[in-house]
C-alpha cells in the first residue's frame, strides 16, 4: 500500500489538487476546479464565499483520488495552501458571516489610513509590526466590516484567513499558522506574536476573536468525521499547518534557504526569498512576513500579471502560441509601447487608486504584437520594481526561479531573464504551491512518526529543476530594460494624484 499526500492550492481563479507519492515526491495525479468573483461589486471591492472554496476542494480531493486510483486508506497527510490576506468572518456557531474581502480589494483605503494614523504613523507602524497597513492586507478589511457593516461586525466570534477556514472545514480546529498570520498586519513579524496595539487600533475586542499561532511543523489537527465522509476518506488523517500561497509556493520551489528568489507570474505577481532573520523595509514596501517553515519570507507582491497579459489574448482572441508568436517578432521594449499594468489597483508600488496605462502609443506601435509584449515587459518591470528594492535591502537574487502561468512561456522567460538580469529556471512540478502544501504535509507527518528533519532534507530530495527551460539574461535587452525601468518608475509616480482623481470619477 502507498503512502500519498493531498497537496492543496486554493486560489482566486482556481483551486489545484495534487495527488503526491511520499516515497519519492512523484505527482501521480491532479485536479483543477475554476471559479470567479461574486460579480458587479462597486470599483475596488473583490469577494469570493468561502463555501465556493470548500466545494471546489471537495471535487479536486475526490477527482484527484479517482485518478491516482487511490484507496482512503493510502492518504496519510493533507496540506492546505491558500490565497493570502483574505478576510473570512465567522459567527459563534462557525458559520461564515458574509463573503470573504480578498488580498486583491482595494476599497479599504481609508481603513488602512485610519489603523495608520491611531499607530502613530507609518514610521511607528513598521516599528510595531514589521509591515506597513496596506489594503490588501486583512486588518484594513476587519475595521471595514466594523465601519460599513456594524451589524455583521456584531456578529463577529472568529477571524480567518482562506487556509485556516479550510482546515477549520477539514479539522474543526480553529487555528493560524505563523507565515499567513503575518499578512493580516496585526502581528510583529519580529516576535511572532499579535501586536496589541494593532488589535486595539480596530477594536478593543479583537484579539479575543483571533485563533492560537501556530508553528509551521505542527498539524493544525485531524480530518473530522462530517468532512472525511465527504471526501472519501478515514477520519483521523492528518492534516498540516498550511500557509500562505507564496509560503507554500517558496516549499515547493525549493525556495528554504538564503539564495535562491522565486518569481511567482500568476493572476498577481510575486517575488520572495527566504531568510534566516526579518527582513524590515523602513519604506514599508517589501513585506517582512514570516514563512511556513519557521524562518522569514521578505516579499513584494504585484496585483496584476496574467491580468493584463489575458485581457491583450483574450481582446484578439488569440491562441497562447499565437499571443507568444506575435510577442516575439517586435523588439525588446516594445519601440516604446509602456505599459502600466495597475488594472485593479496596485500594491508594490501602494497605489490602490491606480488604473491601466498605454504609454507610447502611436501608428507604429499601435499594433497587435506590441500589444502583446508590451504587456508582458510592463508587469515584469512592475514587479522588478520591487526586486530592485529587495536588493537595496541586502537580498540579492543568483538565481529566480520561476512559477505560475507566465513562466510556461519561453518568450516571457527571456523576457524575464532580461529585465531581472538573472537567470531563470523553471521547476518540473509548476503547481508551486499545491506542491509546497504536500511537502509540508509530509514534513509533518514525518515529525508525528519521530523522524527528525528539516524542511530543507525534504526539498532537497524533491524538488527539482526542469532541464533545458532556463534563461540568461542578453546584454543589449538588459540595458534597454534599464531604461524603460526608469520611464515606468517615473510614470508611475507622475499619476499618482491623476489616479485619486480618476477614482473619484468612477465612483460617482
Excluded at 116 to 143: H, R
Aim: aromatic content about 8%.
Amino acid at each position: 500500500m502507498r503512502n500519498l499526500l493531498l497537496g492543496i492550492d486554493s486560489g482566486t481563479q482556481s483551486t489545484k489538487v495534487l495527488v503526491v507519492d511520499a516515497r519519492d515526491g512523484k505527482v501521480l495525479a491532479s485536479a483543477t476546479q475554476e471559479y470567479d468573483l461574486i460579480p458587479n461589486l462597486p470599483p475596488g471591492a473583490k469577494e469570493q464565499h468561502p463555501h465556493t472554496w470548500r466545494d471546489a476542494v471537495a471535487s479536486g480531493i475526490r477527482r484527484s483520488l479517482r485518478q491516482a486510483k487511490a484507496v482512503a486508506a493510502e492518504v496519510k497527510a493533507i496540506g492546505v495552501s491558500g490565497q493570502q490576506h483574505g478576510f473570512v468572518p465567522l459567527d459563534s456557531n462557525g458559520e461564515v458571516i458574509r463573503p470573504a474581502k480578498l488580498w486583491c480589494d482595494t476599497s479599504t483605503t481609508a481603513e488602512c489610513e485610519e489603523i495608520t494614523e491611531k499607530l502613530g504613523g507609518l514610521k511607528k507602524t513598521i516599528k510595531a509590526l514589521g509591515n506597513a497597513v496596506p489594503p490588501g492586507f486583512t486588518a484594513s478589511k476587519i475595521l471595514w466590516l466594523k465601519n460599513h457593516e456594524p451589524e455583521n461586525f456584531e456578529k463577529l466570534a472568529t477571524v480567518l484567513l482562506p487556509h485556516d477556514y479550510l482546515n477549520f472545514w477539514l479539522t474543526g480546529e480553529k487555528v493560524m499558522e505563523y507565515g499567513d498570520a503575518s499578512g493580516t498586519a496585526l502581528l510583529d513579524v519580529r516576535k511572532r506574536k499579535w501586536a496589541q496595539a494593532a488589535l486595539d487600533a480596530i477594536d478593543p475586542d479583537l484579539g479575543s476573536k483571533l485563533p492560537p499561532l501556530l508553528s509551521s511543523d505542527k498539524p493544525a489537527g485531524a480530518l473530522q468525521s462530517s468532512t472525511a465522509k465527504m471526501l472519501d476518506l478515514l477520519p483521523g488523517v492528518l492534516v498540516s499547518a498550511g500557509g500562505g500561497d507564496n509560503m507554500m509556493g517558496a516549499i515547493g520551489t525549493g525556495n528554504t534557504r538564503p539564495g535562491v528568489i522565486t518569481a511567482s507570474f500568476g493572476t498577481s505577481g510575486t517575488i520572495y526569498a527566504c531568510a534566516d532573520n526579518p527582513v524590515i523595509d523602513p519604506e514599508g514596501e517589501i513585506a517582512a512576513f514570516c514563512d511556513s517553515t519557521n524562518n522569514w519570507l521578505p516579499l513584494l507582491c504585484t496585483m496584476n500579471v496574467t491580468v493584463a497579459t489575458e485581457m491583450v489574448r483574450d481582446d484578439f482572441g488569440w491562441s497562447y502560441e499565437k499571443f507568444a508568436a506575435e510577442a516575439a517578432r517586435v523588439p525588446a521594449g516594445s519601440n516604446g509601447l509602456l505599459l502600466l499594468p495597475y488594472f485593479e489597483g496596485e500594491r508594490t508600488p501602494n497605489v490602490p487608486d491606480g488604473t491601466g496605462v498605454w504609454f507610447g502609443v502611436n501608428k507604429k506601435t499601435f499594433e497587435d504584437g506590441h500589444f502583446a509584449r508590451a504587456s508582458m515587459e510592463g508587469v515584469t518591470l512592475g514587479m522588478n520594481y520591487g526586486l530592485r528594492r529587495l536588493a537595496e535591502l541586502g537580498v540579492k537574487p543568483t538565481q529566480i526561479r520561476a512559477t505560475g502561468g507566465g513562466a510556461k512561456s519561453k518568450v516571457w522567460r527571456q523576457i524575464m531573464a532580461d529585465i531581472f538580469n538573472t537567470e531563470v529556471v523553471t521547476l518540473k512540478v509548476a503547481e508551486g504551491a499545491a506542491y509546497g502544501a504536500a511537502l509540508q504535509a509530509l514534513w509533518c507527518w514525518r515529525h508525528q512518526q519521530g523522524e527528525s528533519l528539516s524542511i530543507t532534507d525534504i526539498t532537497d530530495q524533491f524538488v527539482e529543476l526542469n532541464p533545458g527551460e532556463s534563461a540568461e539574461p542578453d546584454e543589449n535587452n538588459a540595458a534597454a530594460y534599464r531604461e524603460l525601468q526608469d520611464l515606468q518608475n517615473n510614470l508611475s509616480l507622475s499619476l499618482r494624484d491623476v489616479f485619486t482623481k480618476h477614482r473619484k470619477f468612477v465612483l460617482g
